[in-house]
């Protein structure tokens, strides 16, 4: 079972920066098989990228997705205040089981 | 409106068993892969189980053997029976659409795009 370990546990920045979070595969792993959600406190997920690199319907063009092998990264150009919130990566590989990594909360600093 | 709408969340005792369940609409249950995902209070997302559109099923080792997931093609509406509750199966479920999408290789995109507001079990004593 492919694990994934993001990084930073959390992050305190200030609207207007650049951020980019880490997520990291125990193995190498198909870059179409590497998603990304956003959760605010008391609402579902919400799919930001998939496929590792390609933004879900109506997510902002601030939002980027890349990486291959296994090393991918979420970023967000430039911080708008509706952004603070948990960050999760998640992989499905051919077959389950499918596995979620930790999360990164972003926090306004 | 493509939506999920899970159901049949509560409180119950360790030992005892749940049926969620989770309506579908504005996309065939028949056609997609739906996957459950649980949260335990301030923890992260553990994926539970999916039951995919050709009728393959798969589960978590951590909940294999004690859920089983279904699907009523004729409701649209698929379940996860829970049995033998333990305290480390309170969470919030959610049920959500696995969405495929073709590309030039012969890897297939995926993603969870549509999720439901999830539906609380707590097993206490």
């Known amino acids: 079972e492919i694990v994934l370990t993001q990084s930073p546990g959390t992050l305190s920045l200030s609207p207007g920066e650049r951020v980019t979070l880490s997520c990291r595969a125990s193995?190498?792993?198909?870059?179409?098989?590497l998603a990304w959600y956003q959760q605010k406190p008391g609402q579902a997920p919400r799919l930001l990228i998939y496929?590792?690199?390609n933004r879900a319907t109506g997510i902002p063009d601030r939002f980027s997705g890349s990486g291959s092998g296994t090393d991918f990264t979420l970023i967000i150009s430039r911080l708008e205040p509706e952004d603070f919130a948990l960050y999760f990566c998640?992989?499905?590989?051919?077959?389950?089981?499918?596995?979620f990594g930790q999360g990164t909360k972003l926090e306004i600093k | 409106e493509v939506q999920v709408v899970e159901s049949g969340g509560g409180l119950i005792q360790p030992g005892g068993s749940l049926r969620l369940s989770c309506a579908a609409s504005g996309f065939n249950v028949s056609k997609n892969h739906v996957t459950w995902v649980r949260q335990a209070p301030g923890k992260g997302l553990e994926w539970v189980s999916v039951?995919?559109?050709?009728?393959?099923?798969y589960y978590a080792e951590s909940v294999k053997g004690h859920f089983t997931i279904s699907r009523d093609i004729s409701k649209n509406t698929l379940y996860l029976q829970m049995n033998s509750l333990r305290v480390e199966d309170t969470a919030i479920y959610y049920c959500?659409?696995?969405?495929?999408?073709?590309?030039?290789?012969?890897?297939?995109?995926?993603?969870?795009?549509?999720w439901g507001q999830g539906t609380t079990v707590t097993v206490s004593s």
């Open positions: 496929g590792a690199s």
């Open positions: 959500a659409r696995v969405r495929r999408w073709s590309t030039l290789s012969v890897y297939w995109n995926y993603g969870m795009d549509v």
């Open positions: 998640q992989h499905f590989g051919s077959s389950p089981p499918w596995t």
């Open positions: 039951f995919y559109f050709d009728g393959a099923t």
């Open positions: 193995q190498s792993v198909i870059g179409s098989y």
